[in-house]
């Protein structure tokens, strides 16, 4: 069972960074696109960022670009999100998903796997 676990969230001051992670239990991970999503309270999942299976692709959504850049190490089978001048609007837990395949997926319903999301609190 292809089982991704999110780590490395936390409470940082506005404007510090921090570095997210999500291990992936599947041998097989180079063969799929990783993301991050995000959801705040009360609103709905939303996009961050998307990695193609090799690394060589990455895509954005308009808030992260600039801010957070996406990675992927396949020998550790691990994503990371490192996230860079956080906004208090930054607070969310962020969830890691994986989708087998060539291409970039960009909508939740995309994506068969999820983690069970880290919490990130970004104060003022």
């Known amino acids: 069972q292809f089982q991704l676990v999110e780590s490395g969230g936390g409470l940082v001051q506005a404007g510090g960074p921090l570095r997210l992670s999500c291990a992936a239990s599947?041998?097989?991970?180079?063969?799929?696109?990783m993301c991050w999503f995000r959801q705040a309270p009360g609103k709905e999942r939303e996009f961050v960022a998307a990695?193609?299976?090799?690394?060589?692709?990455?895509y954005y959504v308009d808030f992260a670009k600039g801010r957070f850049t996406i990675s992927r190490d396949n020998a550790k089978s691990t994503v990371y999100l490192q996230m860079n001048s956080l906004k208090p609007e930054d607070t969310a837990v962020y969830y890691c998903?994986?989708?087998?395949?060539?291409?970039?997926?960009?909508?939740?319903?995309?994506?068969?796997?999820w983690g069970k999301g880290t919490l990130v609190t970004v104060s003022s």
């Open positions: 990695i193609t299976w090799n690394g060589d692709k990455a």
């Open positions: 998903a994986a989708e087998y395949g060539l291409g970039l997926p960009r909508r939740n319903n995309e994506y068969g796997y």
């Open positions: 599947e041998r097989t991970f180079s063969n799929y696109a």
